[in-house]
């Protein structure tokens, strides 16, 4: 019996040690929702939906301890222009660009852009 309950203990704790990890460095949350939503059903997410959405997934991964994945804050910043909200778009903008700085030029012709609409 006790051998029994040592093999059965074994094969559990190897199973669980076997089980994938998320080991991702970035938390993605519902993000890939969201651009599947704009891009097929653009009737069903509208920019403050997303903007909520985002922000939740922003909120989560910093409840976890992880990075907020790159394009998020520009997205965000997208749906604020969206909304008229210049002072949280340029925000959320620079954020992504200060976050990925590989991002600068594509930022930096948002930012333009945004000024430039009003």
């Known amino acids: 019996m006790y051998t029994r309950t040592l093999t059965v203990l074994a094969a559990a704790l190897l199973a669980t040690g076997c089980a994938p990890k998320n080991t991702s460095l ?8 969201v651009v599947h939503d704009m891009y097929l ?26 990075r907020v994945a790159p394009g998020l804050y520009a997205h965000l910043g997208m749906m604020y222009a969206a909304e008229g909200q210049s002072a949280q778009a340029r925000e959320s903008l620079l954020k992504e660009k200060q976050l990925y700085p590989e991002s600068t030029v ?11 609409s009003h």
Request: glycine fraction near 12%; avoid cysteine; charge should be negative.
């Open 26 to 33: 970035y938390h993605w949350g519902n993000y890939e929702g």
């Open 41 to 66: 059903k653009p009737g069903e997410a509208p920019a403050q939906t997303q903007i909520d959405k985002i922000t939740r997934d922003i909120q989560e991964s910093q409840a976890q301890g992880k």
């Open 106 to 116: 594509l930022i930096d012709t948002l930012l333009k852009n945004q000024q430039g």
